[in-house]
Antibody
Framework: QLQLQESGPGLVKPSETLSLTCTVS??????????WGWIRQPAGKGLEWIGS???????YYDPSLKSRVTVSVDTSKNQFSLKVNSVTAADTAVYYC?????????????WGQGTLVTVSS | SYELTQPPSVSVSPRQTATITCSGD??????ASWYQQRPGQSPVLVIY???KRPSGIPERFSGSSSGNTATLTISGTQAMDEADYYC???????????FGGGTKLTVL
């Protein structure tokens, strides 16, 4: 059974960089069938797609975050990562890592448990 | 930008049928997926490619799509189905994931 687990600091200061890692177990990240991506959810609000990366290295980002976000994959560690630069309080949210099907609607069939990141001084 | 519109809330009595819609002007050319999110939990995929149900999802969950509207139907709704439901699509023209705003399903 595939499992995804987010890790990283739960508290980040304004203007600094948010960094999260997702460790994939029970399966390989090195597959062309799937993208690996990040979604966040501010408290009491809906799901917000951040971005995704394909095995081939192509990246796709939400236009409103594109200038501040980087998603990368480390196949040697079976992990992928998220970096968000110049964070503000508006970036406070639960962050989920996901496996996203390439094609056929690009649905997210596996999700991590989520990790709360608070931006505060 | 591409938007998906859902009703903020839907109420249903136990054992009745709940219907949640998702409208977007590109849905006719793109598959819709649906997720269930119970309070404090991660979202769970319940429908993909408009009508398909992942392994382990009860048969009472079904999906359909017509024109620019996708629909999630829960037949014989149970108290445990009370949750937030989100539709999602892939905008193939921009290669972006798009979510609807979510619908809170209340089982009265």
């Amino acid at each position: 059974q595939l499992q995804l687990q987010e890790s990283g600091p739960g508290l980040v200061k304004p203007s600094e960089t948010l960094s999260l890692t997702c460790t994939v177990s029970g399966g390989t990240i090195s597959t062309s069938t799937y993208f690996w991506g990040w979604i966040r959810q501010p408290a009491g609000k809906g799901l917000e797609w951040i971005g995704s990366m394909s095995y081939g290295g192509s990246t796709y980002y939400d236009p409103s975050l594109k200038s501040r976000v980087t998603v990368s994959v480390d196949t040697s560690k079976n992990q992928f990562s998220l970096k968000v630069n110049s964070v503000t309080a508006a970036d406070t949210a639960v962050y989920y890592c996901t496996r996203q099907r390439d094609g056929s609607g690009n649905y997210c069939d596996y999700w991590g448990q989520g990790t709360l990141v608070t931006v505060s001084s | 930008s591409y938007e998906l519109t859902q009703p903020p809330s839907v109420s249903v009595s136990p054992r009745q049928t709940a219907t949640i819609t998702c409208s977007g002007d590109k849905l006719g050319n793109n598959y819709a997926s649906w997720y269930q999110q119970r309070p404090g939990q991660s979202p769970v995929l319940v429908i993909y490619q408009d009508t398909k149900r992942p392994s382990g999802i009860p048969e009472r969950f079904s999906g359909s799509s017509s024109g620019n509207t996708a629909t999630l139907t829960i037949s014989g709704t149970q108290a445990m189905d009370e949750a937030d439901y989100y539709c999602q699509a892939w905008d193939s023209s921009t290669s972006h994931v798009v979510f609807g705003g979510g619908t809170k399903l209340t089982v009265l």
